[in-house]
């Protein structure tokens, strides 16, 4: 069983920081995405970390502002987002996806705005 819950998120002011966080209710360690839908958008990729802490991937339009890293011993993924910008205003997700198992989680969402 995969249970994802985020936190963290909030109002900051543009070149603000905000610390997200995923935790897994479940007992496994497993690899975590991070995703984002803005109002009107489509849900866009943000962060990847592989359960084992390495490698970690993140998209362009977030590389050098935003960190991926995970805590196994509290089984959490955290998303580190620092100088802030109004488009980074949406919804954030965690999710797990193990394709073998037909496993596709997802939380129920965070909400960030940024305002200028």
């Known amino acids: 069983q995969v249970q994802l819950v985020e936190s963290g998120g909030g109002l900051e002011q543009a070149g603000g920081s905000l610390r997200l966080s995923c935790t897994d209710s479940g007992r496994a360690v497993r690899s975590v995405g991070w995703f984002r839908q803005a109002p009107g958008k489509e849900r866009e990729f943000v962060a990847h970390i592989h359960w084992s802490g390495s490698p970690a991937y993140h998209a362009n339009s977030v590389k050098g502002r935003f960190a991926v890293s995970r805590s196994n011993a509290e089984n959490s993924v955290s998303l580190q987002m620092n100088s802030l910008q109004p488009e980074d205003t949406a919804v954030y997700y965690c999710?797990?996806?193990?394709?073998?198992?037909?496993?596709?989680?997802w939380g129920q969402g965070t909400l960030v705005t940024v305002s200028s």
């Open positions: 999710n797990v996806w193990e394709p073998l198992l037909t496993l596709d989680a």
